[in-house]
């Protein structure tokens, strides 16, 4: 019968397993963000343009962020 221990043991695999997944979502993330300053910078992409990309990219971000909290709430409650 497992102990508390187990569980525990379980919990925190399950959270960094999550948190592995999303560390490459959330690098990915400041590519994007960073390639669309790099485009309006150097090579003087629309202002409205960078500002589209922006505001996808913070959408995106919140989203994320929505989807890590449903994860692990999903992950706990199937524990």
Do not use: C, H
Not at 31 to 42: D, R, V
């Amino acid at each position: 019968m497992p102990d508390d221990n187990d569980w525990i043991e379980g919990a925190q695999l399950k959270g960094r397993e999550l948190t592995r997944i999303f560390e490459s979502i959330d690098g990915e993330i400041a590519l994007i963000t960073a390639n669309a300053k790099f485009n309006f910078t150097i090579r003087k992409t629309d202002e409205s343009y960078l500002k589209i990309v922006l505001a996808y990219i913070e959408d995106t971000k919140k989203l994320l962020g929505l989807l890590k909290a449903r994860m692990s709430l999903l992950s706990e409650a199937t524990s």
